[in-house]
């Protein structure tokens, strides 16, 4: 009897093991493309974790792949943001995408650097997404070339004392088919650069 119930034990623990582990494979997401401030809130979390009292002093977006700006949305979101305690500043990225050539996807912090927060900006002027940014623009010139790759930087004007939106027709702002300047407070237009 005991040799009976011995081998019904060892059939029992024999019968959950496999000799292949059932896993499923995990399919790469999709890229993900979010606005501005979508991806501002994501960093601005992170930021905090880093320093209490960290400020925004820039965001500015990267085209990636097939994604090219369109619709105030971008795959790759960078944010600098500024601690006076500590007198430093730290970058952070958000990635929607996975690719050997992007940045990890999620938040990813840079390295601390040395900065004077002169120009650091108060979230409380930013009202207006990325996405209204663009129809703002599209509404000045930027419909007439809207096969062109659309980048988006957002930081403070001292000289306008307002946070701005510089809706980027072109790879870099140097080399821009058109930039235009909309209030990230009111929505308001600015100007435009060609």
């Not at 369109?70 to 305690?85: N, T």
């Not at 990635?95 to 912090?109: F, H, I, M, T």
């Not at 701005?164 to 929505?187: E, F, P, Q």
Request: glycine letters at 8%; hydrophobic letters at 35%; a neutral charge.
């Amino acid at each position: 009897m005991k040799s009976l119930a011995l081998i019904l034990l060892s059939l029992a623990v024999l019968s959950g093991c496999t000799s292949q582990p059932n896993q499923e494979e995990q399919k790469p997401q999709p890229p993900e493309a979010i606005t501005g401030r979508s991806a501002f809130q994501r960093l601005y979390v992170s930021a905090h974790g880093w320093a209490a009292d960290a400020r925004p002093y820039q965001l500015q977006s990267q085209v990636f792949g097939d994604n090219k700006g369109s619709d105030g949305k971008a795959p790759i979101w960078r944010a600098a943001f500024a601690s006076p305690a500590q007198h430093s500043s730290k970058p952070y990225v958000w990635s929607g995408v996975e690719s050997p050539d992007a940045p990890s996807r999620g938040v990813s912090p840079g390295a601390q650097d040395s900065y004077a927060p002169n120009n650091a900006f108060d979230v409380n002027f930013l009202k207006i997404d990325s996405d209204k940014a663009y129809e703002v623009a599209q509404k000045h010139g930027g419909d007439k070339i809207s096969s062109t790759p659309v980048t988006y930087l957002l930081d403070w004007s001292p000289s306008g004392n307002n946070l701005v939106w510089h809706v980027i027709y072109g790879a870099s702002r140097n080399d821009a088919k058109l930039v235009a300047d909309v209030d990230a407070t009111t929505g308001e237009f600015i100007r435009k650069e060609k």
